[in-house]
């Protein structure tokens, strides 16, 4: 396992953009992906986004595809998830997980998570 941290989180406005950072520690990142959860209050925790190290590939879940972008830094052991055009329902606390080799958007194929970040937006 790896350790996890997000920072980024915060309450905007309709409209609006945030960027989360999640750094990874503890681990060799050669061969993960990194995905971000969301979940909303008694909601499911559910995929937004997830990114292959090896070779960059990013998928999306289709409510935030166009808006929402993953990146990763490497030589930072860094994965982001810039957020625009945000919306009340992209209100949730947000997850960035990890797990070796390929991608996958269901959490419970995640072993490492971090402690979450929240995001609000108001209308």
């Known amino acids: 396992q790896v350790q996890l941290v997000e920072s980024g989180g915060g309450l905007v406005q309709a409209g609006g953009s945030l960027r989360l950072s999640c750094v990874a520690s503890?681990?060799?990142?050669?061969?993960?992906?990194v995905a971000w959860f969301r979940q909303a209050p008694g909601k499911d925790r559910d995929f937004v986004a997830v990114?292959?190290?090896?070779?960059?590939?990013?998928y999306y879940a289709h409510s935030v595809k166009g808006r929402f972008t993953i990146s990763r830094d490497n030589a930072r052991n860094s994965v982001y998830l810039q957020m625009n055009n945000l919306n009340p329902e992209d209100t949730a606390v947000y997850y960035c997980?990890?797990?070796?080799?390929?991608?996958?958007?269901?959490?419970?194929?995640?072993?490492?998570w971090g402690q979450g970040t929240q995001v609000t937006v108001s209308s």
């Open positions: 990114i292959n190290w090896v070779d960059g590939g990013a």
């Open positions: 997980a990890a797990r070796p080799w390929g991608n996958s958007p269901l959490p419970n194929e995640y072993d490492s």
């Open positions: 503890g681990g060799t990142f050669s061969e993960y992906a």
